[in-house]
């Protein structure tokens, strides 16, 4: 690739008219720029765009209210560039500018398509030279590394989607629109394993329905983006007073969303709800868009005294009465018009979360209205789709190794030495970061109440449990900790050390996989429902806890390590993965191919 020239100017009349003059290029050539200057709302703000006249589009800009804080333009010039390098490399920097955070990006969400075009990966690589390039100018603070594995960046709504995700938005949006119009209600269902980017969906969806109704300036709107179609002044007006919330019912995933929704105009932190400030809102909403679905609760012991007597004044409120069955879930459909219900039916992990019956059910009548809308695609493990129906295959006794799929170049390993897998994670996380120790909830959780006792001591090493419940992960203790299914459920890792402690067990004559009651720690994870006169047998927990180590066995990106106490159960998991991983001389080996 030839030499790309990034230039810098002010964003005034006479100066751009000043810059237009000596080079053609800036009236009839493919262009990447960048806008900064002050967010009216406070700190600075950004604005990514590509033309190919950008004599002409900065005049546009110039004359734009809209635009009227940004001082200083920068340009990207290539000889090589052409329309689909320059719309992939805008897509990169809105990217990596929402991940780096610094700025508050401007810019709208119509949709950013992942096209492929000549000499595509040459490109990139130059996009990362361009990217250095603006970072020392002070456009960017940290690196790409750090950008990719931050929340901000995982979480953003600038994602390139799928196909399947985009046919879902799509489908979605305009079947939204076509009710609003008519009156009707509806109810939507996303269904997804693990990785395949259902809160992704769901921050798309909120941002993309924010652009449209706020949406004034056509000439902002690539014609050839993926859902240019859905703004014109019609929708914009049947979008206009819709009251949209945005239901997250895990605290830990809840902020990490706000403090994206806090870096993302047209969104606000207010639409972030959880299930009790829908049950106890005075006024109806028009669209919820409810992430996790299966975390919602069921009439049970709620985590504390509070929550149980909200739960009865929300019953009363809404139905007249405190029925014991109604759930959280009614509450979204009594005080909603309209549902975007995002889930998997196999990470229930606790008795008060909804049943799966009730998950099941909510998917049969979406889909017999066409408004179910199944993923696929794998987008957090490397590994593939295949790797997450292998570890629930492995997790209900159904696999063996000559039966394991070939997994590329995963790095799954298993480990016999709980100190060996503690070593290769910190190595990991030295080089890569988000390599982080989780567990089943196997141990007391006795350094919550003595900050200087441990909670796992295991051949020689103890660990305590997480020290924070909200963004654990990305806490500077999260590396020297062990995070739970409540840190780590909805988040990415690039690698997981998971250890599976006695709670789940493997009777090798029957060869069947069973629980060991008093092991399992998590009190709200095994106590009766009495409000509905539930007792839950050992075949119940043996689902809620297959399903905490489904979650943890795939929040790794680009690996999972694996350490097991139960003596036959660590023998039924080598033999499916593989040799042990306890050679730190070898850290790369996958045992997986």
Not at 312 to 340: V, Y
Not at 455 to 474: F, H, P
Request: with cysteine; glycine share 8%; charged share 25%.
């Amino acid at each position: 690739m030839t030499p790309f020239d990034i230039e810098r100017l002010n964003l005034t009349s006479g100066a751009v008219s000043g810059w237009v003059a000596g080079d053609e290029r800036l009236r009839n050539w493919p262009v990447v720029y960048v806008l900064d200057g002050a967010n009216p709302s406070g700190g600075g703000s950004v604005y990514v765009g590509e033309t190919v006249n950008a004599a002409a589009r900065m005049r546009q800009h110039l004359a734009n209210p809209a635009k009227s804080a940004f001082r200083s333009v920068r340009v990207v010039i290539d000889d090589t560039f052409n329309k689909s390098a320059c719309l992939d490399l805008e897509s990169h920097l809105i990217r990596w500018l929402a991940g780096d955070g610094q700025f508050t990006v401007m810019n709208g969400n119509e949709g950013i398509i992942d096209a492929r075009y000549y000499e595509r990966d040459l490109y990139r690589e130059s996009f990362r030279d361009i990217f250095e390039k603006l970072r020392s100018d002070g456009i960017f603070q940290r690196s790409i590394p750090e950008i990719e594995n931050s929340d901000l960046f995982k979480l953003s709504p600038f994602k390139v989607l799928t196909p399947e995700q985009a046919i879902a938005v799509e489908d979605i949006v305009e079947g939204l629109l076509a009710d609003l119009e008519t009156g009707a209600s509806s109810a939507s269902v996303i269904e997804g394993q693990p990785g395949t980017g259902k809160t992704i969906i769901a921050i798309f969806l909120m941002k993309l329905l924010a652009d449209i109704r706020d949406h004034s300036d056509a000439d902002e709107v690539e014609p050839d983006s993926m859902f240019a179609e859905f703004f014109v002044p019609e929708n914009r007006a049947l979008l206009a007073d819709l009251r949209i919330g945005f239901v997250v019912p895990q605290q830990s995933l809840r902020e990490s969303i706000k403090r994206v929704f806090k870096k993302t105009p047209k969104v606000t932190e207010g639409q972030i709800l959880t299930p009790f400030d829908v049950g106890a809102s005075d006024q109806p909403w028009d669209l919820l868009i409810v992430d996790e679905t299966h975390r919602l609760n069921q009439r049970a012991n709620q985590s504390s005294g509070v929550n149980n007597r909200r739960f009865i004044t929300i019953n009363e409120n809404l139905f007249g009465a405190d029925d014991p069955s109604k759930t959280q879930l009614d509450w979204i459909r009594a005080q909603s018009r309209h549902q975007i219900f995002l889930l998997d039916a196999e990470q229930t992990v606790r008795p008060a979360d909804l049943p799966q019956r009730m998950l099941r059910s909510l998917v049969e009548e979406a889909r017999s209205t066409h408004r179910r809308y199944p993923l696929s695609t794998q987008m957090r493990v490397r590994a593939g789709v295949d790797y997450v129906q292998f570890v629930r295959d492995v997790l209900r006794g159904e696999s063996s190794a000559s039966e394991r799929p070939d997994f590329g170049d995963y790095d799954l390993r298993f480990f016999d030495n709980l100190a060996a897998m503690q070593r290769e994670i910190v190595d990991r996380n030295a080089e890569h970061g988000l390599a982080r120790l989780i567990a089943g909830y196997a141990w007391e959780w006795r350094s919550n109440r003595d900050k200087q006792a441990f909670d796992i001591e295991l051949d020689g090493v103890s660990l305590r449990w997480n020290s924070q419940a909200k963004d654990w992960i990305n806490s500077p203790a999260s590396i020297h900790e062990v995070g739970s299914i409540h840190t780590v459920q909805g988040y990415d890792l690039n690698y997981a050390g998971v250890i599976i402690g006695n709670d789940l067990r493997y009777d090798p004559h029957s060869r069947r996989l069973f629980i060991d009651r008093s092991s399992y720690r998590d009190a709200k994870g095994k106590e009766n429902n009495k409000q509905r006169g539930i007792a839950y047998s050992d075949d119940d927990l043996l689902e809620f806890i297959r399903n905490i180590y489904g979650v943890l066995l795939t929040r790794g990106i680009r690996g999972t390590y694996v350490y097991v106490c139960d003596p036959a159960l660590q023998e039924y998991i080598a033999g499916v993965i593989g040799d042990d991983g306890n050679d730190a001389s070898a850290p790369g080996d996958s045992f997986a191919n």
